[in-house]
């Protein structure tokens, strides 16, 4: 069973729509879940993180983690052509040391 | 705002030859690590290192990889006789104490021919 699994894609929305991206995985120890995002032959940028279960905030992105249910969401509000990119979800454990990715979910933001 | 850097972007090089890449984490952090990313594929755990040693390894970090920690600034994958599947972009991260969030520096692409 893979650690983390995501759903590659692609995905198309029309400006301004909201988008809902997900993982899950399968090991309960993990405590700490990101969200990056990847343009094309580019390094990870990190987005946002969350500790243990709950939402966070910022800005027009919003992150979930529901730790019951091994489901991690990262939802993006009013989305703009300039969101167009892979998002990584990556989480890791107490130690804080590997970080495991899922496979990235391919965004196109249609102006 | 302080960032990863990586050098060289690329490289490309004959196989069995030795590579080097570089990394320069952000200054107050204190744990490395080095990612790789296949063209197409996922991104995959190598290696971690805190206070100049290994903390992690992945079955992919064989003999033929090591790191280092030459000075107070710089972290090094060496790549000791390169072979056609080490082709792929090489990702160093550096956390700070919190071992919360790791940042990306923007890779180096190797190509090995």
């Known amino acids: 069973q893979k650690e983390v699994e995501q759903d590659p894609g692609p995905l198309s929305v029309p400006e301004g729509a909201i988008v809902s991206l997900n993982c899950t995985y399968s090991?309960?120890?993990?405590?700490?879940f990101m969200w990056y995002r990847q343009y094309s032959r580019k390094g990870p940028e990190l987005l946002m993180y969350?500790?243990?279960?709950g939402n966070k905030e910022d800005g027009r992105f919003t992150a979930q983690v529901d730790k019951s249910s091994k489901y991690i969401s990262l939802f993006i509000r009013d989305s703009q052509p300039s969101d167009s990119a892979t998002y990584l979800c990556?989480?890791?454990?107490?130690?804080?040391?590997?970080?495991?990715f899922g496979t990235g979910t391919s965004l196109t933001v249609i102006p | 705002e302080p960032e990863v850097t990586q050098t060289p972007s690329h490289q490309v090089t004959q196989m069995g030859q030795e590579v080097i890449l570089r990394c320069v984490p952000i200054?107050?952090?204190?744990?490395f690590y080095w990612y790789r990313q296949i063209l197409g594929q996922k991104v995959e755990f190598l290696v971690s290192f805190y206070n100049n040693e290994i903390s992690e390894k992945s079955e992919i970090f064989d003999d033929q990889f090591s790191v280092e920690r030459p000075d107070g600034s710089n972290f090094t994958l060496k790549i000791r006789s390169t072979k056609l599947e080490d082709s792929a972009m090489y990702f160093c991260a550096s956390t700070g104490t919190d071992q919360e969030t790791q940042y990306f520096g923007p890779g180096t692409r190797l190509l090995v021919l």
């Open positions: 969350t500790y243990s279960s």
């Open positions: 200054s107050n952090h204190l744990y």
């Open positions: 990556a989480m890791g454990g107490s130690s804080g040391n590997q970080f495991y």
């Open positions: 090991n309960s120890a993990f405590q700490y």
